[in-house]
């Protein structure tokens, strides 16, 4: 039903800025979108995402240093990075969510993104 292409990633300094963008492949309503990343040793977590009115959610580490855009019409969201930490590093995954109680959930292939010190 959805399928998401993602660009952007790779490596960068520390203090450095990535832009991450998704693309949403799809003919449904997205209700959510954004971005979660699996970092060494950790399960995947939420970077950032977005609903359909706009409303923003950020994890605690990430905010203050990453923004998070989406465009509902085109179906895309832009996570810009600034600010970049080395415990940044990981694979990110694009994430669309259709808001349904079963197969709600889909995702890109992921993007590496690594921070050096």
């Known amino acids: 039903q959805v399928q998401l292409v993602e660009s952007g990633g790779g490596l960068v300094q520390a203090g450095g800025s990535l832009k991450l963008s998704c693309a949403a492949r799809?003919?449904?309503?997205?209700?959510?979108m954004g971005w979660f990343r699996q970092t060494p040793g950790k399960e995947r977590e939420m970077v950032a995402i977005?609903?359909?009115?706009?409303?923003?959610f950020y994890a605690d580490s990430v905010k203050g240093r990453f923004t998070l855009s989406r465009d509902i019409f085109k179906n895309t969201v832009t996570l810009q990075m600034n600010n970049l930490k080395p415990e940044d590093t990981g694979i990110y995954y694009c994430?669309?969510?259709?808001?349904?109680?079963?197969?709600?959930?889909?995702w890109g292939r992921g993007t590496q993104v690594t921070v050096s010190s």
């Open positions: 994430n669309a969510d259709l808001g349904l109680r079963v197969n709600s959930d889909f």
């Open positions: 799809t003919t449904v309503s997205i209700h959510e």
């Open positions: 977005k609903d359909r009115e706009g409303t923003a």
